[in-house]
């Protein structure tokens, strides 16, 4: 049993039973010219966390964990994006448009990818996510259930939109959660603070955050 020293208190958690979810580390997020910076931000708050995630990644993977990787994105006819997705606020370019990597959010553009430092390795798990929580509309749910798997540690972007809405559909799911600070980032740091506080607040309402030393430490 790994025993991370973590917040509200100890997370323990058995390799074999518990995956990496890494939520959404897409180009269109993290690079510039895409979706993230066209709506005004900095992506280079996202970009800075790549070694750490890729570092969380490769030592989880050596030690036999699971890896799973999502993309938020969408069919090129856009039959998987509501209309509230599609229109709410006032961009500069939208979901579908073409930029310049691609069209923004859609499956199979450059754009949508991950970045290359993240690329999905052999035996890893990609799921295309048309939500912000990687249960909906995605087959996690089952892929978890037939790999037996008990615990789920988190990381990626952005931390209060995807990574925290798809961490507390899994505790719902009696997921035992974990969100790894470092691995984890956005574009507003009030924002990811206040996740990690919500997220150890009450005894561990949504569950721990610990970051990646930690992790790192307790798999020895
Ligand atoms: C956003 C995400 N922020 N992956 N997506 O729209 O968090």
Known sequence: MAKVNAQPYTYEFEPAKTAVVMIDMQRDFILHGGFGETLGNNVDLLAAIVPTAKKLLDSCRAAGMTIIHTKECHRPDLADCPPSKLTRGNPT?????AAAMGRILIDGEEGSDFVPELAPQSGDIVLTKPGKGAFYATPLGDILRLKGITHLLFGGVTTEVCVQTTMREANDRGYECLLVEDATESYFP???AATIAMVRAQGGIVGWTAP???VLAALG
Do not use: S
Not at 93 to 97: S, T, V
């Open 212 to 214: 990646t030393g930690a």
């Open 190 to 192: 009030e924002f990811k």
């Open 93 to 97: 370019l939208r979901i579908g448009d």
